[in-house]
């Protein structure tokens, strides 16, 4: 169960706002020095994410994800379209998830932790996930647990809301194509042949 937690709570980070740093000097050279680093500080805290997601298998979940919201929102469409025929929900599935993009559901992830974690934190997470992936014993600070507990919650209904309107989005291009390229899959026909 620990386990579990923790790979909710490792899935993905983002880029976070790094602190903003006052130049002490006034010179162009200072003023792209301190540019410089902050870049190179969200640059590092965005590799960090990214690798955060791979580490703890966000990247590999996220197709498992999508073709279960998929498989979900074909049951609905049985249910509840009275017009959408056999044909309308095996192309409306196929295109889902022929479009599904990882990286889009990670960014998700990305956006939800941006919000809740500091770099510091990130880097914590990822050396946590390394040593979790390993299978070695991991310490994790009082402070850290602390923060996960308080901000796990949030960053899970975030990321929920992302996903279910990424679907939505999708979902509702796809079935206006379909609607505009086959007319004629909008009938009841064959819808008695689904299972449901």
Same mark, same amino acid.
């Given at each position: 169960?620990?386990?579990i937690?923790?790979?909710?709570?490792?899935s993905?980070?983002?880029?976070?706002?790094?602190?903003?740093?006052?130049?002490?000097?006034?010179s162009?050279?200072?003023?792209?020095?301190?540019?410089? +680093?902050? /870049?190179? #500080?969200?640059?590092?805290?965005?590799?960090?994410?990214?690798?955060?997601? $791979?580490?703890?298998?966000?990247? /590999?979940?996220?197709? @498992?994800?999508?073709?279960?919201?998929v498989?979900? =929102?074909?049951?609905?469409?049985?249910?509840?379209?009275?017009?959408?025929?056999?044909?309308?929900?095996? *192309?409306?599935?196929?295109?889902?998830? +022929?479009?599904?993009? &990882?990286? +889009?559901?990670?960014?998700?992830? @990305? &956006?939800?932790?941006?919000?809740?974690?500091?770099?510091? *934190?990130?880097?914590?997470?990822?050396?946590l996930?390394?040593?979790?992936?390993?299978?070695?014993?991991?310490?994790?600070?009082?402070?850290? #647990?602390?923060?996960?507990?308080? *901000?796990?919650p949030a960053?899970?209904?975030?990321?929920?809301?992302?996903?279910?309107k990424?679907?939505? $989005?999708? =979902?509702?291009? %796809?079935?206006? +194509? %379909?609607?505009?390229?086959?007319?004629?899959?909008?009938?009841?026909? $064959?819808?008695?042949?689904?299972?449901?």
């Amino acid at each position: 169960m620990k386990y579990i937690i923790l790979f909710l709570a490792l899935s993905v980070s983002a880029h976070a706002q790094s602190p903003a740093t006052t130049p002490t000097q006034t010179s162009p050279a200072a003023s792209d020095s301190n540019t410089t +680093e902050a /870049a190179q #500080a969200t640059e590092k805290f965005h590799a960090d994410a990214l690798q955060l997601a $791979d580490l703890s298998g966000v990247r /590999a979940q996220a197709p @498992v994800m999508w073709k279960s919201m998929v498989d979900d =929102g074909r049951k609905q469409m049985i249910e509840q379209c009275e017009l959408c025929s056999k044909k309308f929900m095996d *192309e409306w599935a196929k295109r889902m998830l +022929e479009r599904m993009k &990882t990286d +889009e559901v990670i960014q998700i992830w @990305v &956006t939800a932790y941006e919000k809740h974690f500091t770099p510091e *934190e990130l880097t914590s997470l990822v050396e946590l996930q390394k040593k979790t992936n390993a299978h070695e014993k991991i310490t994790m600070s009082t402070a850290l #647990a602390a923060k996960l507990e308080t *901000e796990l919650p949030a960053v899970k209904n975030e990321f929920n809301d992302g996903f279910a309107k990424l679907a939505s $989005d999708l =979902g509702s291009t %796809i079935t206006n +194509e %379909i609607q505009q390229e086959h007319p004629e899959y909008l009938n009841t026909s $064959d819808k008695d042949s689904q299972g449901k």
